[in-house]
């Protein structure tokens, strides 16, 4: 066929054309199930992979072969042919033959390809070219009797301006157009909204379509893309972002057109449901009339379209340079700039030996085709130069094929899944190219099995990236979480048995009684969303435990030295203030009814409130008798100084009113289980272990006590009430407890001017050093004792522990002052 255009089709031919979410490619599907046999040339091996699967469900597997230049599935006898528009097999006759994209003609780098699918690709009936409205003039010019087929958009689309990444609404896709931008966007959503689906033209099929899964299950609520959505790709998306404006085109840096913003804002929308777009990041706002031109689709006509010459001249190298350099000569047709193939072949050409090999037809074609080898890994023009001349001598050599020796090593290279998504990338850039060689069987030897290694290395390498991206751009658990939130109904809840609760199989947390730890969400959202899902998860079963725990019996509670109140063995609540007689309590976690939690507060209080007076009833006998007046003058206020220092007083600070009261204001006292020792004056019913442990949860924290030996007092010392929780007393600066300082009263009383026995001290607990010690700081005077904070003592100089010597020494006698006589005269 000339490669000028004849103006007589041999079938009928018909060009679709339209904006985005027109049908046609669905249409083209459709028409070409209506026949016998027929091909379609899609614009992405994506595209492609993605209306191969749709065939094989409609007709079979046996019945559709895919073609593409890293991937071939042939069937014996396929009727159907899914290919990129470069590898459509040409010399296959079919009945009908369709033609994606169209417009990409204009394309500098493709244009001539799709330029020659629309002049002499034909189909034996029929003949569709699917594409922009941008080509109707152009293609009229050139196909004098093609019929124009013009499809209007079945949803509007509308301007949405500029929004922050964070407030972009959910089903939103995120355009750019650099592999780092688009992980730098993929990230920040990742942090802010929970995470993002990646889709770039580089992923393999089977990666693509793993993250698409991720978006259209809505597991992710965000796209982040390269301009690749743009090309037929079918997604559930309602908005479409740009976040940037200016894309490389294989050339320079250059802003978008028009029409490539309509291409790629057009994925808003499915079918009937309307579609909106907009900017984000640092991408400027759109000029008015920009957008009104995306939202009218109203777009200059395309002019010309890249042209080369299809029909090469392979008898001599010149010949064949000149042939690809030769003019179109038709209006609507130039002549394409300088290609990559063409660019090798010229590199190749100042290689002597290249030369020499290439004087005959065969090698010429041979070099050509090593040319046309695709740069899938973008590395530099030397090194792809370099691969292709290797590909040439391998072919030109005396075994004409590419053995295992040069395979097998190239292959190694690759055949690993370490590493992180650049390299696996990169990897798998390494494995499309080393696809692309072996799909072709004049170039491999055994061609058929490194067919199946590298495909079987390509799936492999495609599913570790998928997780790999998955892992770093989304956090499955806020995701499930925030999904839970806004699908209420299809949400599944529930705690386990042993307190673990979950949201949708992703586990949030553990409940505890009526607490809720969340699981660690590692960023704000996180934590925000598993706060807001736990009340959607727990909310209800913290309300049913709150009502169990008001309504439960005192049995039912306990109560720790920490200050912890438990609820069958789960911590509850935490005490916050008061006495045990009058507690307050602060209720863990803020989860559930505030009525339901006011009740169980109330419930709480009340147990420790019944508590005190079981484990402090003596303290409590006290409390009454001094509030119903049934204790009176000098007991009544010995009475009340022992309830406000938690059940223990120093003798010495109630001496004066001891020596004052009479004895049958003693035995009074005596009914109220007060002791009055040597040296303390208790209540030995507040040192009991259930009494101890209830007040040491009002007094603090409890004090480290040595086992042997004497304690220390730490800085600044504490109050009376937490001394008495644990049964001691202040001595100076250490202290000690109350029955210690009684017995040690008793041992001394024994052992009159003698020495202590070893019984003696292995009861206190003392080394013979301390022993010592003690026995020295008791014939210290009072006077010297610093016991009492508010008379400071003088300091003493012959033992750390003389301030003994004041529990020792017999009461000193109180003595009253006899009144002055008055003088006579």
């Not at 593409?68 to 010399?91: L, N, Q, S």
């Not at 009492?788 to 522990?801: E, G, L, M, N, Q």
Request: a positive charge.
């Amino acid at each position: 066929m000339s490669d000028r255009p004849t103006g007589q089709a041999p079938s009928r031919v018909v060009a679709v054309l339209g904006p985005t979410n027109t049908g046609k490619t669905h249409l083209a599907v459709e028409r070409m199930l209506g026949h016998a046999s027929g091909m379609i040339g899609l614009p992405l091996r994506l595209l492609a992979r993605e209306v191969y699967e749709r065939i094989v469900r409609a007709r079979g597997q046996n019945s559709v072969a895919l073609i593409t230049g890293e991937e071939k599935i042939i069937p014996p006898r396929p009727v159907y042919f899914v290919c990129t528009v470069e590898a459509m097999p040409m010399e296959r006759d079919v009945e009908f033959l369709a033609v994606d994209e169209i417009q990409l003609a204009a394309d500098p780098e493709r244009g001539h390809v799709f330029t020659s699918r629309l002049l002499h690709a034909r189909g034996r009936f029929e003949t569709m070219f699917l594409g922009a409205g941008t080509m109707a003039p152009l293609i009229r010019r050139l196909i004098p009797d093609v019929e124009i087929v013009s499809r209007e958009r079945l949803s509007s689309l509308t301007y949405a301006g500029s929004k922050k990444l964070t407030r972009l609404p959910r089903r939103s896709a995120i355009v750019a157009f650099s592999t780092e931008q688009v992980y730098a966007i993929a990230e920040l959503i990742r942090r802010q909204r929970g995470g993002a689906a990646v889709v770039m033209g580089s992923l393999s099929p089977r990666t693509r379509n793993a993250q698409v899964a991720l978006f259209q299950s809505g597991e992710v609520d965000f796209l982040v893309a390269t301009d690749a959505i743009g090309m037929g790709l079918n997604m559930d998306v309602d908005h479409v972002a740009f976040a940037g404006l200016r894309k490389f085109d294989g050339r320079r840096t250059r802003w978008l057109h028009a029409h490539e913003i309509a291409q790629i804002a057009g994925r808003a929308g499915r079918h009937i449901r309307d579609g909106t777009f907009g900017v984000t990041g640092e991408a400027e706002e759109l000029d008015e009339d920009l957008v009104g031109q995306v939202v009218d689709h109203r777009f200059d006509p395309v002019q010309a379209i890249e042209w080369r010459n299809a029909r090469l001249d392979f008898d001599t190298l010149p010949d064949l340079l000149r042939s690809l350099t030769q003019t179109p000569g038709v209006n609507g047709l130039k002549l394409t700039g300088q290609a990559l193939d063409e660019t090798l072949l010229r590199r190749a050409l100042l290689d002597d030996d290249i030369k020499r090999i290439g004087r005959s037809r065969g090698t010429i074609m041979r070099l050509w085709e090593a040319c046309q080898l695709p740069d899938f890994q973008k590395t530099t023009l030397d090194e792809h130069a370099r691969l292709s001349r290797d590909v040439f001598r391998a072919l030109t050599s005396s075994r004409g094929r590419l053995t295992d020796d040069w395979f097998a090593p190239r292959f190694a290279e690759v055949d690993r899944d370490d590493g992180q998504i650049d390299q696996l990338s990169a990897r798998l850039a390494g494995v499309r190219t080393l696809s692309y060689i072996a799909n072709r069987p004049d170039w491999v030897a055994d061609a058929k099995a490194w067919r199946e290694r590298t495909r079987a290395l390509e799936d492999r390498l495609s599913d570790v990236l998928h997780e790999r991206l998955t892992a770093r751009f989304v956090d499955r658990k806020t995701t499930a979480l925030m999904r839970s939130l806004h699908d209420r109904e299809a949400t599944l809840a529930e705690v386990a048995g042993d307190g673990v609760v979950s949201v949708d199989g992703e586990a949030v947390g553990h409940l505890e009684g009526v607490r809720f730890a969340p699981s660690a969400g590692g960023s704000a959202l996180a934590d925000r969303t598993l706060k807001a899902a736990a009340l959607r998860a727990v909310g209800p079963e913290i309300a049913r435990r709150l009502g169990r725990l008001a309504a439960d019996a005192d049995a039912a509670f306990a109560v720790t030295p920490e200050g912890d109140v438990l609820w069958q063995g789960a911590l509850a609540a935490r005490i916050t203030g008061g006495d045990p007689f009058t507690p307050r309590v602060r209720l863990i976690g803020d989860l559930g009814p505030q009525a339901a939690r006011d009740r169980a507060q109330r419930r709480i209080e009340a147990f420790l409130s019944s508590e005190a007076g079981r484990a402090l009833r003596d303290l409590r006998r006290l409390r009454t008798a001094i509030e119903n007046g049934t204790l009176t003058g000098l007991p009544r206020g010995l009475a009340f100084r022992l309830i406000e220092a938690g059940g223990v007083l120093d003798r010495r600070d109630v001496e004066r009113d001891l020596a004052a009261i009479s004895q049958s204001e003693r035995r009074t006292l005596k009914t109220f289980a007060v002791r009055v020792g040597n040296h303390s004056v208790w209540l030995p019913g507040a040192l009991k272990p259930r009494a101890r442990a209830l007040a040491q949860a009002f007094a603090g924290p409890p004090l480290a006590l040595r086992e042997t030996g004497l304690s220390l007092l730490p800085e600044p010392p504490p109050g009376p009430r937490a001394l008495s929780a644990q049964g001691l007393r202040a001595v100076g600066r250490f202290a000690i407890p109350v029955e210690t300082l009684e017995r040690l009263a008793e041992f001394k009383r024994e052992a009159a001017k003698a020495d202590l026995s070893d019984a003696a001290l292995a009861e206190l607990g003392w080394s013979a050093a301390e022993l010592k010690t003690v026995l020295a700081a008791l014939r210290t005077p009072r006077a010297q004792q610093p016991d009492r904070p508010d008379k400071p003592a003088r300091p003493v100089k012959d033992s750390p522990f003389a301030a003994l010597a004041a529990l020792t020494a017999p009461p000193t006698p109180v003595r009253r002052k006899r009144p002055r006589r008055k003088a006579t005269k």
